[in-house]
């Protein structure tokens, strides 16, 4: 089955700072990424849509300033929590799909923001 | 819009029992349905998916579901679990044109007792 790496797993950084997580699929290439984050015993919640080569389309309430999404390759999308702080701490999942809608699932990184 | 409710948040069940997890889900035409499995600290892995056709879908670990149109239900059953079925199982949903989104629905926890 396809599969899409996500990393890192786990990150810890201090508040203020930037972290940046990287989200690749390996054997297929990915039209379209999605990033979730999920609260503890909570569902996911996505927080935006990005396409190869375009500007991400963020939900609702998701600040565009604070989780930059870049998609600069059809294998590779990024998100990167700018200016961290403890809220930011959470797991965040990313997905990626070619042309099915079910698209597949990263590992998921725990952010921790001290 | 669409919408999925799982209402059941935990499930607790004995190794070699029967299993059922109710997922209901709310859009105006058929849509696309899915079941995810989550381990924690893991990502999501696809266990089944609904598009058309048959109403009683296989999946991988021995799951099956079935589509009801009649109850807006995707159900998925499991004849005889085993330990390592413990997890977060989620029933999710996207619109039948395909659409990139997934509505997840708020999860259940399953915990298999000897």
């Known amino acids: 089955g396809a599969v899409v790496s996500q990393h890192p797993s786990r990150v810890i950084c201090k508040s203020g700072t930037s972290v940046k997580i990287e989200c690749r699929s390996l054997?297929?290439?990915?039209?379209?990424m999605f990033w979730y984050r999920q609260f503890p015993k909570k569902s996911l919640m996505l927080m935006a849509t990005?396409?190869?080569?375009?500007?991400?389309?963020?939900e609702q309430g998701v600040e565009k300033d604070k989780f930059l999404i870049n998609h600069a390759s059809l294998t590779l999308s990024t998100l990167t929590v700018t200016s961290a702080h403890p809220e930011d701490s959470s797991f965040y999942i990313c997905?990626?799909?070619?042309?099915?809608?079910?698209?597949?699932f990263g590992q998921g990184t725990r952010l921790t923001v001290v | 819009a669409q919408s999925v409710t799982q209402p059941d948040i935990h499930i607790t069940v004995s190794e070699g029992a029967s299993l059922e997890l109710r997922c209901n889900y709310s859009?105006?035409?058929?849509?696309?349905l899915f079941w995810y499995v989550q381990s924690p600290g893991q990502g999501l892995q696809l266990l089944l998916k609904?598009?058309?056709?048959?109403?009683l879908v296989q999946g991988i670990k021995g799951f099956e579901a079935e589509f009801k149109r009649s109850q807006s239900s995707f159900n998925l059953r499991k004849p005889s679990v085993y330990w390592s079925d413990a997890a977060e199982y989620f029933c999710?949903?996207?619109?039948?044109?395909?659409?990139?989104?997934?509505?997840f629905g708020t999860g259940t926890r399953l915990t298999i007792i000897p």
């Open positions: 859009y105006g035409a058929t849509p696309y």
């Open positions: 609904y598009f058309s056709g048959d109403t």
């Open positions: 990005s396409n190869e080569g375009s500007k991400a389309t963020y």
């Open positions: 999710a949903v996207g619109d039948s044109f395909g659409n990139e989104k997934l509505t």
């Open positions: 054997d297929f290439q990915a039209t379209t």
């Open positions: 997905s990626a799909r070619d042309r099915t809608p079910e698209g597949f």
